[in-house]
């Protein structure tokens, strides 16, 4: 009887776990449609939205669960918005790993990053490692990198939003 107790605790953790995982995969996911709606000062920048879930996550959850909801928001936000076989999918799963790896590098840092601070080096390294993808792939010249400055702007701008939107929501939700 007590294994049963004890095997229903696990099991009702993991399904809770789980749950919520698809939760916050579906609400990433639409974020991510809805933003692509949304008009952009450029035609290969978007602010991120949907990274406010995935930021979130790495704080607050653990970085499998972060890379669940990328790579999945990825892809099927890219089905949903018909982008999924173009190499904008491409772009922005790169962009995206490189953006947890370097995230998870600044939470575990002996330096305490802030929220915000986490944010704009995912933004940064995200936005610089489109551009490597972008010359390695599509454009074989090196002028592409003339484009360095604006993206790190751009991933300063979009990661104070995103981090400090990320920041509001786990104030306001001290239970995620």
């Given amino acids: 009887m007590e294994d049963s107790k004890l095997q229903a605790g696990i099991d009702d953790t993991e399904n809770f776990r789980l749950i919520h995982l698809a939760f916050f995969t579906a609400l990433a996911i639409s974020i991510y449609v809805l933003e692509n709606l949304l008009p952009r000062p450029f035609p290969f920048m ?16 653990n970085f499998r669960s972060a890379l ?13 918005s018909g982008t999924v076989l173009s190499p904008t999918t491409l772009f922005s ?27 704009i080096a995912g933004a940064v390294a995200h936005n610089i490692t489109q551009l490597v993808i972008v010359r390695s792939i599509l454009i074989k010249e090196s002028s592409i990198f003339y484009l360095t400055p604006l993206m790190i702007l751009m991933g300063i701008v979009t ?9 509001m929501f786990m104030d306001r939700f001290k239970k995620i």
């Fill in 159 to 167: 990661g104070v939003i995103t981090g400090y939107l990320a920041k």
């Fill in 93 to 119: 799963f790169g962009g995206s790993l490189a953006a947890l790896i370097i995230m998870l590098v600044f939470i575990h840092s002996k330096i305490a990053f802030s929220v915000i601070g986490i944010s």
């Fill in 68 to 80: 669940v909801v990328a790579v999945t928001k990825t892809f099927i936000g890219g089905f949903f």
């Fill in 46 to 61: 978007k602010i991120g939205l949907s990274n406010i879930v995935v930021l979130i996550l790495l704080i607050k959850w």
